[in-house]
C-alpha cells in the first residue's frame, strides 16, 4: 500500500527552518490510513464551504469553484488515480492542496474559519455514522437468518446444559432465539451510540472557535447531524464516541465468539450436532478426514482483535489534557480495523448461518442420556404435594440407583420409581419424555414450541 504515497513537495511552510527526517515523516504521517477519510472528507469540506458562501466569508464563486475541484478529486480518487503524497501528511492536508493546484485560491480559502482538528473528529463522526448503519443491517440480517433456522427447528429437542453438563432438555430454536436476544441488544446499543456519534465539532476550529461569523447549525443541517457539539474544547478532543462504539463492537464479537465455540463444539464428529457448509470450513494439509469450522474459529480469535481495539483507545484518551494532542491520531487504525472486523464477520455469519444443517437425531440421542427430565420428575412430586427440597432428594436418589443400573430415569418401571416415592403414578411417564419436558416449560420466555412460535413473532416485529 505504502508504494503509492509517493514523496513530493514540502507541505510545512516559513515557520520550519529545517526539513524533518524521512523517518519523523513517516512516524507522524497519517495518509497510509486516514485517506479511507477522503469521501467525508470532501463532504464535510463542501459544507463548510457552503455555510462560508452564505455567510458572505468568502464569495459564491469561490463556493463554486470548490465544488468543482472537490468533483474532479472526487473522480479522482474514485478511478484509483489521485496521487496521494506522503509530504503531505495526512488526508485532509492533500485533497486541500490538489484542490488549490485546481481551483487555485478559492482552494486556499477552503480553510478559514476551520482547524484540521475540528475537521479531522467531524470526518470520524461522519465515518462512524455510516459504518453504524452499515451494522445495524447487517445485525438484522444476522437475526433474520437465526429466526429462519428457529423457525425450523421450534420442536428440534437437544439437551440444555449448564456447566456443560446436561441440565434439561431445550429446543434448538429456543437456543437460537438465545442469540437473537443478543443482536437485538448489540442493535439498541449501536443506535444509542449514533446519537452521541450525531454531534457536529465543526466550527470548533482548533480549539476556541473561530474569529469569523460561521453558522454552526447551518453545517449541522447540512451534514444531517443531529445537533452540535456545545463547547470547542471537547468537541476537538472527544473520542468518547469511538471508545463507545469500540465497546459495542466488543460485545458484538464477544457474542458472535459464544455462537462460534458452540458452533465448533457442535460440529466436533465427537458431539454431531450441527454440519456447517463446505464453503466456511477448511481441510488439513496433512490429515485427508479433516474438516475444520474455521470461520467459527477465526471469528472467536478475531474477538480478541476487536477487544484490543477498546483497550487501546481508553489507553489513548486516559493521560490526554485538553484540547487536541497529536496522540489522537492513533484513534484510526483501531476504529477502522474494529468496522472491517465486525462487519466481515457479520457479513459471513448472516451467510453461514443459512448453511448450518442441523441434526435431529444426534442432539436427541444426546438428550436421552444425563438425565435430563430428573427436574421434571422433582415438579411433578411438587405438584401432588410434596415439598420441593424433598421432592429433590427423592429424584437425586433415583439418579445414582439408575447410575448403579446404567439405565434411564423413562427405563425404571412404575414399582420401582415407586421406592423413591409413593406419590408416583403411571401419568408419570408422558412427563419424563423430552416432548413432554419442553412442552411444559410454556410461558414467554421459555422452551416450549408453542412459545418459540411466539418469539419468533415477536422477534420479527421488533426488527421491522
Ligand atoms: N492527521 C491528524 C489526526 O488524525 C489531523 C489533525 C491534525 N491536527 C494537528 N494540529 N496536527 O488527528
Avoid at 515557520?15 to 523517518?23: A, G, K, M, Q, T
Avoid at 489522537?328 to 468496522?339: G, H, M, R
Avoid at 401419568?427 to 414450541?449: K, M, Y
Wanted: net charge negative.
Amino acid at each position: 500500500m505504502s508504494d503509492q504515497f509517493s514523496k513530493k513537495d514540502e507541505a510545512w511552510s516559513a515557520r520550519f527552518s529545517e526539513p524533518v527526517s524521512d523517518l519523523v515523516k513517516r512516524y507522524t504521517a497519517s495518509v497510509f490510513f486516514d485517506y479511507r477519510l477522503a469521501d467525508v472528507d470532501i463532504q464535510g469540506s463542501l459544507a463548510h464551504a457552503e455555510m462560508l458562501a452564505h455567510q458572505k466569508i468568502i464569495s459564491q464563486q469561490d463556493y463554486a469553484e470548490i465544488q468543482r475541484g472537490m468533483t474532479q478529486i472526487q473522480t479522482d480518487i474514485s478511478a484509483g488515480k489521485f496521487e496521494w503524497l506522503l509530504d503531505l501528511e495526512d488526508v485532509h492536508l492533500n485533497i486541500e492542496k490538489r484542490l488549490t493546484e485546481l481551483v487555485g485560491d478559492a482552494g486556499k480559502r477552503l480553510h478559514t474559519g476551520r482547524s484540521r482538528n475540528d475537521q479531522v473528529a467531524t470526518d470520524i463522526r461522519l465515518y462512524l455514522r455510516s459504518a453504524i448503519d452499515d451494522i445495524q443491517r447487517l445485525l438484522k440480517d444476522l437475526q433474520h437468518a437465526l429466526l429462519h433456522l428457529a423457525e425450523q427447528h421450534a420442536a428440534t429437542i437437544m439437551p440444555g446444559f449448564t456447566h456443560m453438563q446436561v441440565a434439561q432438555p431445550v429446543t434448538f430454536g429456543h437456543h437460537m432465539l438465545a442469540y437473537v436476544e443478543m443482536f437485538n441488544r448489540d442493535t439498541e446499543r449501536m443506535m444509542d451510540c449514533r446519537k452521541r456519534v450525531n454531534r457536529l465539532p465543526l466550527g470548533s476550529a482548533a480549539l476556541a472557535g473561530t474569529t469569523f461569523p460561521i453558522d454552526r447549525l447551518r453545517v449541522a443541517k447540512t451534514l444531517g447531524f443531529d445537533d452540535i457539539c456545545h463547547n470547542s474544547l471537547d468537541a476537538v478532543s472527544d473520542r468518547d464516541f469511538a471508545i463507545e462504539f469500540c465497546a459495542a463492537a466488543a460485545l458484538v464479537m464477544t457474542h458472535i465468539s459464544r455462537l462460534s465455540e458452540e458452533l465448533v463444539l457442535w460440529m466436533s464428529p465427537r458431539i454431531g450436532f450441527i454440519d456447517i457448509a463446505d464453503r466456511f470450513c477448511t481441510g488439513s494439509s496433512i490429515m485427508p478426514q479433516k474438516k475444520n469450522p474455521d470461520v467459527p474459529e477465526l471469528a472467536r480469535g478475531k474477538t480478541g482483535r476487536v477487544n484490543g481495539h477498546l483497550i487501546a483507545l481508553l489507553t489513548l484518551m486516559k493521560g490526554q489534557p485538553l484540547a487536541y494532542n497529536k496522540d489522537n491520531q492513533e484513534d484510526k487504525e483501531p476504529l477502522f480495523d474494529t468496522v472491517d472486523t465486525v462487519i466481515d464477520t457479520l457479513r459471513i455469519f448472516a451467510d453461514m448461518a443459512t448453511g448450518i444443517t442441523v441434526k435431529p437425531d444426534a442432539m436427541r440421542n444426546a438428550a436421552l442420556q444425563g438425565y435430563a427430565t430428573a427436574t421434571d420428575l422433582a415438579d411433578y412430586l411438587v405438584k401432588k404435594g410434596l415439598p420441593f427440597r424433598d421432592a429433590h432428594e427423592a429424584v437425586a436418589k433415583a439418579v445414582r440407583s439408575c447410575e448403579q443400573h446404567a439405565c434411564d430415569l423413562t427405563e425404571l418401571t412404575l414399582t420401582q420409581l415407586r421406592e423413591f416415592s409413593p406419590l408416583i403414578e403411571d401419568d408419570i411417564f408422558s412427563i419424563l419424555t423430552l416432548e413432554g419436558s419442553v412442552a411444559a416449560r410454556n410461558h414467554p420466555g421459555g422452551t416450549a414450541p408453542a412459545q418459540v412460535v411466539e418469539s419468533i413473532k415477536h422477534a420479527r416485529n421488533r426488527l421491522r
